[in-house]
Structure formats: structure tokens, C-alpha cells
């Protein structure tokens, strides 16, 4: 089946330890993106890319980075200087055709 | 900058009756609009969007959303809503930036239906 898939579904991690989560899609899309979602705040745009080897900071990067060296892959790490970084992560890609976003069904991540 | 308000945080209704879930844009030139739903620890799921044309757009699972350039708005609709319609409901209105498009989403409509 075509898809976006995330690893893993929950996360659990200290203070001061970088984490990554996974973002894969089969769907052949060319833009991928990833949100942060915080209770009360709807999804806020952390990064996204539009080919392979290149990202734009969306409204929230501080304190977290990504790469995107295969157009299927996108992660995003999770480094220690996010100051809150317990929230909800969704993934999402679309192609130039569609103009339409497609999320993957999360990663809920819990610093200790 | 582009902005979208849903005003309603929460909203109640029983099965069967109708709905309809509130969005206000604010865009500079024609926005490409979308009504998302998210059910507790998912993804989001596409309903319906609205890029140009006929102003009346039907959605899966029974929705419709209207287009009113001088309100401003785009506002979900339901005639009869089902039990498993219970989720959380964000508008986005977006805009292509090469191959990119930039949504930028409402903070949502948490609907609970009644039996």
C-alpha cells in the first residue's frame, strides 16, 4: 500500500539526549514537511523540503534539524536545546500535481 | 501573512442532527482551503478542499464545505452527523512555494456527538 509511514509511534526520552524520528513515503511525492501539534495550538510547521538535499525552516526550527539525503526519507531529530519538546509530530508530503498534503499517522514524543 | 480562525473550540451535537463548523480566512489572493479531521493519537485525514471553481465543494464521508469570498470563510457542513464523526476538525488555507505547499491550520473544533 502507498503511504507515509512514522517510527516509532511513542518516543519517550530524557533531558539533554538528542532523538529522531523517522518520516517515510512511498507515495513518489516530492515535498515533505514536518508539524509540531501541541493541545489548544492546531499544527505549526517545524521544517519542510522540496527535493532531495534541501530544507526551509518553517516557523518553529529552534532546536531541531532534519535532512533529506532520499526523496522517500525525512527525519527529524530532536536535539537538547528544544526547551518543550513533549508534543505530538506529524509527518506530511505532496506532489506538484496535487497541491494536497497527506500526514502520517504521528509520533507522540515524552521527555522524562 | 496568512491566518485562519476556527472560533469554536468545542462543539456538541446530537446524532442525526446537522453541522456545521465555522472558518474564517484572511489570504491576499485566492487561497487553496482545506478541512482536515483527526481522531484521538492519528494522523490527519483529507475531507475536501477548494482550489477554484464551483464554490459548493463535496468532501468524503458526507461533508460539504461552501467558499464565500466576502465572508471569508469556509465553513464545513453535515446534514446528518454519525457517531463516528466524534474527532477534532481543522480548517488550513495554503500556498505554493515551488513545489511546496504552505498550510498554515486553525487550532481546531473538537465535535462529541450525543446518542
Known amino acids: 500500500d502507498g503511504g507515509i509511514t512514522q517510527s516509532p509511534k511513542y518516543l519517550f526520552r530524557k533531558e539533554g539526549q538528542n532523538v529522531t524520528l523517522s518520516c517515510e513515503q512511498n507515495?513518489?511525492?516530492?515535498?515533505m514537511y514536518w508539524y509540531r501539534q501541541d493541545p489548544g495550538q492546531g499544527l505549526r510547521l517545524i521544517y519542510y523540503?522540496?527535493?532531495?538535499?534541501?530544507?526551509q525552516k518553517g516557523d518553529i526550527a529552534e532546536g531541531y534539524s532534519v535532512s533529506r539525503e532520499k526523496k522517500e526519507s525525512f527525519p527529524l531529530t530532536v536535539t537538547s536545546a528544544q526547551k518543550n519538546p513533549t508534543a505530538f509530530y506529524l509527518c506530511?508530503?505532496?506532489?506538484?500535481?496535487?497541491?494536497?498534503?497527506?500526514f502520517g499517522p504521528g509520533t507522540r514524543l515524552t521527555v522524562l | 501573512a496568512q491566518s485562519v480562525t476556527q472560533p469554536d473550540i468545542h462543539i456538541t451535537v446530537s446524532e442525526g442532527a446537522s453541522l456545521e463548523l465555522r472558518c474564517n480566512y484572511s489570504?491576499?489572493?485566492?487561497?487553496?482551503l482545506f478541512w482536515y479531521v483527526q481522531s484521538p493519537g492519528q494522523g490527519l485525514q483529507l475531507l475536501l478542499k477548494?482550489?477554484?471553481?464551483?464554490?459548493l465543494v463535496q468532501g468524503i464521508k458526507g461533508f460539504e464545505a461552501e467558499f464565500k469570498r466576502s465572508q471569508s470563510s469556509f465553513n464545513l457542513r453535515k446534514p446528518s452527523v454519525h457517531w463516528s464523526d466524534a474527532a477534532e476538525y481543522f480548517c488550513?488555507?495554503?500556498?505554493?512555494?515551488?513545489?511546496?505547499?504552505?498550510?498554515?491550520f486553525g487550532t481546531g473544533t473538537r465535535l462529541q456527538v450525543t446518542l
Open positions: 488550513a488555507v495554503g500556498r505554493l512555494t515551488g513545489t511546496a505547499s504552505k498550510l498554515t
Open positions: 477548494y482550489f477554484s471553481g464551483d464554490t
Open positions: 489570504y491576499g489572493a485566492t487561497p487553496y
Open positions: 507515495l513518489n511525492h516530492d515535498a
Open positions: 523540503s522540496q527535493i532531495v538535499n534541501d530544507f
Open positions: 506530511a508530503s505532496n506532489s506538484i500535481s496535487t497541491d494536497t498534503q497527506y
